[in-house]
């Protein structure tokens, strides 16, 4: 069992700058994939960016490329969401998402999923 508790959202101006975090209960931590993902007001929850058990692998969502980076520390069982140059599309509830191994954009694949934190990017 892994419990995620997200952290670090909050209001921010277009081009600015947050970094989420998602602390993780268990001493497992190191085997679990880890997933970003965001839901919009009337929207589906939808991948912004992955990280395995390793950091051998990462991926992300087109939308987020090249202004978000996701990376973990497992002596500190967290994962962290840098998100740089924001836009106010980004704007929605952001969660964590833990699955075993391997790492997917399938919001599906996940088991174990935080409360979420939201983030408000004004234009």
């Known amino acids: 069992q892994v419990q995620l508790v997200e952290s670090g959202g909050g209001l921010v101006q277009a081009g600015g700058s947050l970094r989420l975090s998602c602390a993780a209960s268990g001493r497992t931590f190191g085997s679990y994939a880890m997933g970003w993902f965001r839901q919009a007001p009337g929207q589906e929850r939808e991948f912004v960016a992955a990280i395995n058990w390793s950091a051998g692998s990462i991926f992300y969502a087109d939308s987020v490329k090249g202004r978000f980076t996701i990376s973990r520390v497992n002596a500190k069982n967290t994962v962290y969401l840098q998100m740089n140059s924001l836009k106010p599309e980004d704007t929605a509830v952001y969660y964590c998402?833990?699955?075993?191994?391997?790492?997917?954009?399938?919001?599906?694949?996940?088991?174990?999923w935080g409360q979420g934190t939201q983030v408000t990017v004004s234009s």
């Open positions: 998402a833990a699955r075993q191994m391997y790492s997917s954009r399938n919001v599906y694949e996940y088991n174990y």
